[in-house]
């Protein structure tokens, strides 16, 4: 069974600052790795995922997450925040065998200050 | 492409009423998941419908129960339903059972009093 542990569950953040949201998994299989955000009164949109080939994934509005396999770990960056990144972000974990549902992280939210 | 729906956005229901809650996939898509989000519990899965087989289910009361038709769209019903049970709920379509890229509708928000 895998699981995921977002280590922040709040994370303010100045506009136009750098931010990290850090997600960390277990499992003893290989796994395919999502970030998703929720933006209030919504449901979840896809924001970036892992599957295979490159470590390194980037999504269309300038959020990126490294892979890190030796240390179980997805981090969430983005350069400069915006204040629409202000949100709620979920790091999820699949493994690549069977048919397992997604198993989600608690969530992050994401507060970018003016 | 139209995204995931559901309907409806917003229920009342009170303890012990039933309802069912129905969401329509993205179309092509015939894997249908179902989850609850509640504050205190986060994302928790339901139940995972593929070609109208229940293919995953997760740590819920029989009174959860869902069921999808020959043209993807499924069904969810909570019967009996308690106060606990006042959740988002979110369905999440794929193209096939084993694809994990998951896409979203924007949820049922139920409340029970």
């Known amino acids: 069974a895998q699981s995921v542990t977002q280590l922040d569950s709040q994370v303010p953040v100045f506009e136009e600052a750098p931010v990290e949201l850090r997600c960390n998994y277990s499992?003893?299989?290989?796994?395919?790795l999502f970030w998703y955000v929720q933006y209030p009164n919504q449901g979840l949109q896809l924001l970036l995922k892992?599957?295979?080939?490159?470590?390194l994934v980037e999504s269309i509005n300038g959020f990126e997450a490294e892979f890190n396999k030796s240390q179980t770990s997805f981090h969430l960056r983005k350069p400069s925040v915006h204040i629409s990144d202000t949100a709620e972000y979920f790091c999820a974990v699949s493994d690549v065998r069977g048919n397992t549902p997604l198993v989600f992280g608690k969530g992050t939210r994401l507060s970018v200050i003016a | 492409k139209a995204g995931v729906t559901q309907t409806p956005r917003y229920l009342i229901k009170t303890r012990g009423q039933q309802v069912t809650l129905s969401c329509s996939p993205i179309?092509?898509?015939?894997?249908v998941s179902w989850y609850q989000q509640t504050p205190g519990q986060g994302l928790q899965f339901l139940f995972e419908?593929?070609?109208?087989?229940?293919?995953n289910k997760g740590n819920f009361p029989g009174r959860f129960s869902g069921r999808q038709f020959s043209n993807s769209r499924s069904e969810m019903n909570v019967s009996t339903l308690e106060l606990g049970d006042s959740a988002l709920y979110l369905c999440?379509?794929?193209?096939?059972?084993?694809?994990?890229?998951?896409?979203f509708g924007p949820g049922t928000r139920l409340l029970v009093l």
């Open positions: 892992y599957l295979s080939g490159s470590t």
């Open positions: 499992s003893s299989v290989s796994v395919y």
């Open positions: 179309s092509g898509h015939r894997s």
């Open positions: 999440a379509s794929s193209s096939t059972s084993g694809e994990k890229t998951q896409y």
């Open positions: 419908y593929f070609s109208e087989t229940q293919r």
